[in-house]
């Protein structure tokens, strides 16, 4: 064991020790369980600024000292993205009664709207400051998530608010006692709220049924097309329901609607979804998201499906069949006669001769080359109607079988169905329909309307699937579908108007009403929309109560000025222009006729 | 084999600690014992030399391949699932980026929702369908705002570092493997990181994707590594044995020959098969053996024709020197009757004869020491007599020459197993030559004996030897000075007999001398006939001889250092200091 031989020993051993480790040491090349951070890189950089949505703002708490102004705020307050609608309302409640505004979740944000019928009284009760304010309210309807404005649910007229000087330290006042309902009015809803006209097909699959919505202001416009998607997606108004069809079951939107370069990416679960169903969506979307017009990827669980050219799409699917330019006619003297207004065309009466008898009001409507015609004869102390359709001019006409005491203005239901052309029409108090052969049928009216109260007037919207009713003074909005010739008509939406005793209605835009009653003191005709949040006065008095009221409701598809009407009070009378409908107006008027006013004017188109 | 204590013992430590010594000592011995023994297999075994070292190389470089080939390996997957994941985290940064660009104010209500609907959809859904990726949107920088969300919902936050937040709320992407738990089991995760730019600012996407699959890819294919290279090691370990079992056996054939060989079996040789290498060498090897044989016996011849021839000249002269023998002692007799000056040469002539009686005899028995057929004829014998008749018959020379013969005998008797009549005559040289060269001082005899061996020494104070000569006197006819004419009886022949009487019992004579101190010679034998020796119960060197510088004194420390001549030490009494020091 020389001293020589030990190196080489320890030489042996490490040798011999790395050899040994050598498979530990592999085993320990796995991927390791922690690493140092790496970076990749940077990471995309962001587009700052803010979007160009919101418009004003609802007003937040101010420091007026004035109770009604206060209260005014409150009742605007809620108006704007439901999400923090809790919030702004409950700046305005002092701490004490915070607790009677219950928050409830998002999707179950629902608003109240009322409409203020007088300023707010207010009534100083105690010398610390504590007043009370008394605010008269009519209910409009409840402002739901999805933006749609339903049937009023409350029946108060009145809500009584408490309210005392702020705590110190900030100005102004808060509300100790409030009605535990977020409130809204129905001024608050015009200003802070947008509205937007979304599309259903009806139950046939082709025809777009208008339908209304409100969405806050403040939502920025990228987010609209997110919002048009859900609307679509989440169904109909309530009251429209039956009357059209809904999206597949399970349609839902992935997440937001995203824009890259003008170019938007609708992305949904949709459960058998067919080329078919999806072209019935992309026409659906085209006309909702009107102020579009680039290309919008559909993708069906991120698979695109269909690319919609949204102008395209709308040029070649369009909502309405293309109306010709309306032309005005009127009653004189037992038959109808063109009238001559300005510098609009006059047409010539479609009806032959003979049938245009003892006229007392007429319909007149388009339906491709053919002419329908519907007249209400007067023979005696009865009324009948006369019914025929053919090219123009309509010489065969059939009558109904039964004469009435009274039978109001008829309607033609511009159905898609040429086939089966039919009509709505009051008589005696009930709502009936007619076919081309005059044959007349009751229309049961289902839902809770007033037994007591009779039908007086009805009305369609150029769709043909929404009707206006008056019944017992009041107006509805009812869904109708036509079905083989058969009409039958959904539950009646009531429309809360400041006017009583209403006489007449009629369609006057896609979404606009204009009709006619009394507002307490004088007959008046206004005009609202289509869910009655939006009303005001278009002739605060007509001098007498108005018997006939007929609009154009094409204002936004015709030639003629939008929102025009004309109607029968003391005389016929019409708007754009504001004028009395004179004698030297009414065209074809036979030498020998007697003079007599013109009366029951309507359009034809 | 180790019991644990009860652990309720109280004296259980005190007790524990001597038997761990205990344990540590036998486990000590054992380890030495083994790796003596493997040390000793090492040094005998050419064949366990070659394979050891061929499996730890081959281990070596076939472990550095199987690592190198994992490593890849798993880097390989590794990356794979990188760039998988970067892409996925580009294109979910760039969908949540968009989705996310609708809101410009973080409190925005529905972007939770939004948010809650990218991680989902970036997640694909339904968490039993996306192979254990977790999704998640985080916000810090608007944590009152915003809540962070993962799809599938589970706790992520220990996995995501907060080097790798703060790496990516700096607007880097970033990734980190981590472990942790998410779905119950221990997994290893890829944890990549993206910011996604907003108007309102920015929050952070990640995702987390198990690496479980490539874990257990880069194990499978580490263990087929791992196996092939272990095989692969076996199999050159085989082959490196077999390879020198190959070289080895011919050769272990030549070591077992050659030590026939040397044995005296001269006939040996090796089996010469096939032409290869070891052919040759099992070829060589025999001619080598059978020059040797013939060398060895021609030598013998030689050597034996010479002892004959020596033999047979003493024989020759015997006869002749009988009848001189008988005629000089004739004249020597009668000496008285001649002139003085031919008497004296009957003297010289008679005293010659003796000379040339005794060379003869020494010479005789020196050629039956060559011959080998010197038998020994042991017998227990009590030594100390034995050295009484010799130092009697020793006396009256001694006398003349005033020469005290001392004796330093044990009081009992010193009883061995010797030749009485070979010891006798060594022990005669011995102190003849004592006597003869003792310069008139004194000659000491003494007797030891321990278990083993006894041991006489004969002690002289005469001229002494010079270094060198402890092995010269030994020779045959060697003489101290040879100009020097040999006037006292001495044939020159007597130490080699002696020493030949020594090694016939297998004991050892040896001699010791310096210049003016005088000589020792020891007898050293063994008790029992043929009993090797291991020591002498006396000293070679006498207690009374001083060593050449002096000698160190009593406890004193001897230095050694650099002589004067080249290569010379020297060694003398350390100076002045008590301690040891080591001069560089």
Not at chain 1, 338 to 347: N, Y
Not at chain 2, 544 to 557: M, N, Q, V, Y
Request: hydrophobic share 40%; charged share 20%.
């Amino acid at each position: 064991m020389s001293a020589r031989s030990e190196p080489l020993r320890r030489r042996l051993v490490t040798v011999l020790l790395a050899g040994a480790l050598l498979p530990v040491g592999l085993a320990g090349c796995g991927i390791p369980d922690q690493t140092e951070v790496q970076v990749d890189g940077r990471g995309p950089a962001g587009e700052s600024g803010s979007l160009n949505g919101s418009g004003s703002q609802p007003p937040t708490r101010s420091a007026t000292e004035d109770p009604k102004e206060f209260i005014r705020d409150y009742l605007a307050a809620a108006a704007g993205e439901r999400e923090q609608a809790y919030d702004r309302v409950k700046q305005f409640i002092a701490n004490e009664a915070q607790g009677r505004l219950r928050k409830k979740q998002s999707s179950e944000v629902e608003l109240t709207v009322v409409r203020l019928l007088e300023s707010p009284e207010s009534r100083l009760l105690t010398n610390q400051g504590l007043w009370q304010v008394k605010v008269r309210v009519q209910q409009v309807g409840v402002l739901r998530a999805d933006g749609t404005l339903d049937a009023p649910a409350a029946r108060e007229t009145e809500y009584v608010f408490q309210l005392r000087p702020a705590d110190s330290g900030s100005q102004g006042l808060v509300i100790t006692d409030l009605p535990n309902v977020l409130l809204l009015s129905d001024e608050a809803l015009r200003q802070y709220y947008g509205t937007h006209t979304i599309y259903f097909w009806n139950s046939d699959q082709n025809r777009l049924v208008p339908d209304w919505r409100y969405l806050p202001n403040a939502v920025p416009v990228e987010r609209r097309v997110t919002e048009v998607v859900r609307w679509l997606t989440g169904g109909p108004s309530e009251w429209l329901a039956p009357g059209v069809t809904k999206v597949p079951d399970g349609t839902a939107p992935i997440n937001n609607a995203t824009r890259s370069d003008d170019r938007w990416e609708v992305n949904l679960t949709m459960p058998a979804a067919s080329d078919d169903r999806l072209a019935k969506l992309a026409t659906q979307l085209a006309w909702s998201l009107p102020e579009l017009s680039g290309q919008l990827d559909l993708k069906i669980q991120n698979q695109k499906r269909r690319t919609v050219d949204l102008r395209q799409e709308r040029a070649d699917h369009p909502v309405y069949p293309t109306l010709r330019a309306p032309e005005r006619f009127c009653v004189y003297d037992g038959a109808i006669h063109p009238l001559a207004i300005a510098s609009e065309p006059v047409g010539a009466v479609p009806v032959e001769g003979d049938a245009n008898r003892n006229v007392v009001s007429a319909a007149l409507s388009r339906s491709g080359d053919q002419v329908l015609a519907a007249l209400v004869t007067r023979s005696g102390q009865q009324q009948r109607l006369l019914v025929g359709t053919g090219p123009n001019p309509v010489n065969v006409f059939n009558g109904s079988s039964h004469a009435y005491r009274s039978i109001g203005r008829p309607i033609w239901l511009r159905s898609a169905d040429v086939r089966h052309p039919s009509g709505l029409v009051v008589a005696d108090g009930t709502l009936y329909q007619f076919d081309g052969d005059a044959g007349m049928s009751r229309v049961a009216i289902p839902g809770q309307v007033p037994v007591s109260g009779s039908v007086t007037a009805v009305a369609a919207s150029l769709d043909g699937h929404r009707i206006a009713l008056i019944i017992g003074g009041a107006l509805y909005v009812a869904p109708v579908t036509v079905d083989g010739g058969e009409v039958s008509v959904g539950a009646p939406r009531p429309l809360t108007t400041r006017l009583t005793r209403l006489t007449a209605v009629d369609w006057y835009a896609e979404n606009q009403l204009v009709f006619a009653g009394s507002d307490g003191r004088l007959p008046a005709i206004y005009q609202t929309t289509v869910d009655g949040a939006g009303e005001y006065a278009l002739n605060r008095d007509t001098g007498a109560t108005v018997s006939h009221l007929a609009a154009f409701p094409g204002g936004a598809v015709g030639p003629l000025p939008s929102l025009s009407y004309m109607y029968q009070a003391t005389a016929a009378y019409r708007n754009n222009p504001i004028g009395k409908i004179e004698r030297a107006q009414v065209r074809d008027v036979a030498a020998d006729a007697k003079p007599s006013d013109p009366s029951a004017p309507f359009f034809f188109y | 084999m180790v019991t644990s204590p009860p652990p309720d013992s109280p004296t259980a430590a005190p007790r524990r600690l001597p038997a761990a010594r205990a344990l540590w000592r036998v486990l000590a011995g054992r380890t030495a014992r083994l790796a003596a023994g493997v040390h000793q297999t090492w040094r005998r075994s050419l064949q366990v030399r070659v394979v050891s070292i061929t499996l730890v190389a081959s281990s070596l470089l076939v472990g550095g391949f199987a690592y190198l080939i994992a490593d890849k390996l798993t880097n390989i997957l590794l990356e794979n699932a990188e760039t998988d994941v970067l892409l996925r985290l580009q294109n979910g940064s760039d969908y949540a980026s968009k989705q996310f660009n609708l809101y410009s104010q973080p409190q925005e209500a529905q972007l939770q929702d939004t948010i809650d609907g990218t991680v989902n959809y970036l997640a694909g859904g339904d968490p039993a369908q996306t192979s254990g990726v977790v999704v998640a949107i985080t916000a810090d920088n608007f944590a009152g705002y915003i809540e962070s969300r993962t799809s599938p919902d589970v706790q992520v936050r220990p996995l995501i570092s907060r080097e790798l937040r703060a790496s990516v709320a700096a607007g880097n992407v970033a990734h980190q493997v981590r472990t942790g738990t998410l779905d119950g089991q221990r997994t290893k995760y890829l944890v990549y990181g993206s910011p996604v730019p907003t108007r309102f600012g920015q929050v952070e996407l990640y995702y987390l994707v198990p690496l479980a699959r490539q874990d257990a890819t880069a194990a499978d294919a580490r263990a087929t590594v791992v196996a092939t290279g272990a095989a692969l090691v076996l199999l050159l370990g085989l082959l490196a044995a077999l390879v020198t079992r190959l070289v080895v056996t011919p050769v272990r054939v030549a070591a077992r020959t050659a030590q026939r060989l040397s044995a005296g079996l001269l006939d040996q040789r090796m089996v010469v098969n096939g032409e290869d290498d070891l052919a040759l060498l099992a070829a060589s090897f025999n001619q080598m053996a059978t020059n040797l044989q013939r060398q060895i016996l021609r030598l013998e011849e030689m050597s034996r024709l010479q002892r004959r021839f020596t033999s047979d000249v003493s024989h020759e002269l015997r006869t002749p020197l009988t009848t001189v023998r008988m005629a000089a002692d004739l004249i020597f007799a009668e000496r008285d009757e001649f002139d003085p000056a031919v008497a004296r040469s009957a003297e010289l002539l008679q005293a010659e004869l003796d000379r040339f009686e005794e060379l003869l005899t020494d010479l005789l028995e020196i050629s039956r020491f060559d011959a080998g057929f010197a038998m020994l004829d042991s017998e227990p014998t009590d030594l100390v007599p034995v050295v009484h008749r010799v130092a009697e018959r020793l006396a009256g020379l001694a006398e003349r020459v005033g020469v005290a013969i001392e004796l330093d005998l044990p009081d009992s008797p010193v009883i061995a197993e010797v030749d009485p009549r070979r010891v006798e005559r060594v022990l005669r040289n011995l102190v003849g030559n004592a006597v003869e060269h003792g310069e008139a001082k004194p000659v000491r005899i003494t007797l030891g004996m321990d278990q083993s061996a006894v041991a006489i020494t004969v002690r002289d104070h005469g001229v002494g030897l010079k270094p060198g000569e402890e092995k010269l006197v030994f020779n045959r006819f060697w003489r101290a000075d040879p100009s020097r004419a040999r006037q006292t009886g001495g044939t020159g022949l007597g130490l080699s007999i002696s020493l030949e009487d020594a090694r016939l019992h297998g004991g050892w004579l040896e001699a010791w001398g310096a210049p003016g101190q005088g000589a020792q010679f020891r007898l050293t034998l063994p008790v029992r006939a043929g009993d090797r020796l291991t020591t002498s119960p006396l000293r070679l060197v006498p207690a009374d001889a001083t060593l050449p510088f002096g000698g160190p004194r009593d406890g004193g420390l001897l230095a050694i250092g650099p002589g004067t001549g080249a290569g010379a030490l020297a060694v003398g009494p350390a100076e002045g200091t008590d301690r040891a020091e080591v001069a560089p």
